[in-house]
């Protein structure tokens, strides 16, 4: 039990570090290697037998083969790095929501609160890093290596604690780190993941009572009319200083105005100049073969649209029936908490983000794997109990999925 706990131990350490850039982009980060190396051990089965739901498994490693084989496909045409490279993103990322569902299924209650406390731990990290660490131009990046990568990064967080928190109601605790989370979203400025956030919180506001909906938006008026006093250098200029809402208001002012806020801008416009690949996928790679009608030569700058164009309608079927599968048995909440990751991905490509995948585990791992504080014992009583009250008792009494003792 030691060594599973220690495993689990090695998990929420990547929760923490996975804030933390220390090589270029488009390089491993520590945390990567952390769970790069806790999927290679969970193959194994030594430690932690792993967790095999036939469906999911079925679709996540077809959807994952599909990737490789489209991409291979066009290395053996144009021969660059991108082509064979990311099959290895896809595969690492979907092993990551194995180890999570992995966990979830082993600790079940248990995993829940430590991960908690690691998100907390993280967004604490962050939040003192924006101070300590330079801030290269207007747009904080604290451990990160650019702006938009802390603003998805709270995002995700944020969304994972929700999942975490079940349909329990929400707190001051919840409030605290919800903030936090948002805190980092807005010095970030990223456009994208600022607007996600507030969806992120309405859809937190939709799942809980009226009356505690109000008090959580007084909290978070409260909270942004203090937070905002304390981004400049000296004590004076700290408390007296609205330069963050300035920041932001100038940003999100600029929203449409800039090149890059179109569709041609994004990369949307190559789905239908180049509709001969929308039936199997050109592959993520040699981005310039899409450049001869004055488009971008980069990646298409979106999550699902990345998928539609660069595996097709093959690939996007696979993946919307992947999504399809995580929720199927989830709460209804657990879907609104997944709208603000699709909304910052209509103008960001968020896939290889490995957060996004440890989201998708948990929404699946909880909704299978942990039962809902809020589940009340079933009051069926089968045939093969008959009438003996401590036999209703018992099973009325045992969590969904659990086993009897006896035959």
Same mark, same amino acid.
């Given at each position: ?190 456009? !994208?993941? *600022? @607007? ?8 937190? /506001?939709?799942? #809980?009572? +009226?009356?505690? =909906? ?118 209804? !909440?657990? *879907? @609104? ?8 991905? /209509?103008?960001? #490509?968020? +896939?290889?983000? =490995? ?53």
């Amino acid at each position: 039990m030691l060594v599973k706990q220690t495993y689990l131990g090695l998990f929420l350490t990547f929760l923490v570090a996975s804030c933390i850039y220390v090589f270029d982009p488009g390089l491993p980060q520590p945390a990567d290697l952390l769970m790069a190396a806790l999927v290679a051990v969970l193959a194994t089965g030594f430690i932690i037998r792993p967790a095999i739901p036939k469906d999911l498994v079925f679709f996540g490693v077809l959807f994952v083969g599909y990737v490789a084989l489209v991409n291979l496909f066009w290395y053996t045409q144009y021969q660059t790095r991108p082509f064979w490279m990311t099959p290895l993103y896809y595969a690492y990322n979907f092993g990551a929501v194995m180890v999570v569902v992995s966990l979830i299924r082993e600790f079940r209650e248990r995993f829940v609160t430590p991960c908690l406390v690691a998100i907390a731990v993280a967004i604490v990290i962050e939040i003192v890093a924006l101070y300590v660490l330079p801030r290269p131009g207007i747009r904080s990046i604290g451990t990160f290596n650019n702006p938009n990568q802390l603003g998805y990064w709270a995002l995700l967080l944020g969304c994972c604690w929700l999942v975490l928190r079940r349909d329990q109601k929400l707190g001051l605790t919840d409030f605290a780190v919800l903030c936090g989370a948002g805190y980092l979203t807005m010095a970030s400025l990223s456009k !994208a993941a *600022m @607007l996600s956030f507030v969806l992120l919180l309405l859809m937190a /506001l939709v799942t #809980q009572r +009226l009356a505690r =909906t109000v008090k959580l938006m007084f909290l978070a008026l409260v909270f942004v009319g203090t937070s905002t006093v304390l981004l400049e250098s000296s004590a004076v200029e700290r408390f007296f200083s609205i330069d963050l809402v300035e920041r932001v208001d100038s940003r999100l002012g600029t929203i449409g105005e800039q090149r890059d806020d179109s569709l041609g801008g994004r990369g949307y416009d190559r789905i239908w100049r180049h509709p001969e690949h929308l039936a199997f996928g050109a592959g993520e790679g040699a981005a310039w073969r899409f450049s001869k009608f004055g488009g971008l030569v980069m990646e298409m700058h979106s999550t699902l649209g990345t998928v539609l164009f660069s595996y097709g309608i093959v690939g996007f079927s696979l993946f919307v029936v992947l999504l399809i599968v995580v929720f199927r048995r989830a709460p209804l !909440a657990y *879907m @609104l908490y997944s709208l603000p990751i699709w909304v910052y991905g /209509l103008t960001h #490509q968020g +896939l290889r983000t =490995t957060m996004l995948w440890i989201f998708l585990g948990m929404a699946f791992g909880m909704a299978h794997y942990v039962r809902s504080p809020s589940a009340r014992p079933t009051a069926e009583v089968p045939e093969a109990y008959g009438a003996d009250p401590a036999s209703v008792r018992g099973h009325a009494l045992r969590p969904s999925g659990a086993r009897s003792a006896g035959p």
